[in-house]
C-alpha cells in the first residue's frame, strides 16, 4: 500500500488545487460592497486572469502533445 501523503506533489499540481479553491470563493463572493470602480476592476481583471490561465492551458497541451499521452491514454 502506498502512502500518497509521503510523496511530494509536482508544484503545477499543488497550484491547480489551489485556483480551484480561490475560483469556488471568487464564484460565490459577495461584490455588493464594491464601488463601481472597484467592479469594473475585477470584472477586467477577472478577463485577463482568463485570458492568462488561456496560455497556461495551451503550455499545458504542448507539453501532453510532446509526451505523446494521447497514444498512451
Known sequence: ???????PKPR??????ELHAILDE???????PCTDAELT???ADTERAIARLTVAGDRQIDQVEARDLPRKA
Open 26 to 32: 471568487l464564484q460565490s463572493v459577495d461584490l455588493s
Open 12 to 17: 503545477a499540481v499543488e497550484l491547480v488545487t
Open 41 to 43: 476592476d475585477v470584472a
Open 1 to 7: 500500500m502506498s502512502d500518497e501523503s509521503a510523496t
